[in-house]
């Protein structure tokens, strides 16, 4: 997971973290992202939704910007974990559920 310094807002960054972490999935068309706006992106509902545990620890550094924090570390987590279960690494994105399968 990324690391920030210097918390402002606590509760704000675990808010925001909270939100990124389900949504990384895109698809990708004739080289291009297929979707366009919200209304082609398929959401989570509140069940599907992963327990997600966030941290916020107090330093003295310099500070420095959260930005979108959680969205980056998504693909390398999930390729890790399934390299992990399977021993087969994962070398292209979007991770489809036919892949898995084959695995």
Do not use: C, W
């Amino acid at each position: 997971m990324p690391r920030f310094t210097l918390k402002v807002n606590g509760d704000t960054y675990k808010v925001s973290v909270d939100g990124d972490t389900p949504y990384g999935k895109i698809t990708i068309s004739s080289g291009r992202v297929a979707q366009r706006n919200f209304d082609d992106y398929p959401l989570l509902g509140i069940h599907e939704m992963p327990n997600v545990e966030i941290y916020v620890v107090d330093r003295n550094d310099t500070p420095g910007a959260a930005g979108e924090p959680a969205v980056p570390p998504i693909a390398p987590a999930v390729t890790n974990a399934i390299f992990a279960l399977t021993g087969q690494r994962i070398r292209s994105l979007p991770i489809s559920l036919n892949e898995m399968r084959i695995m």
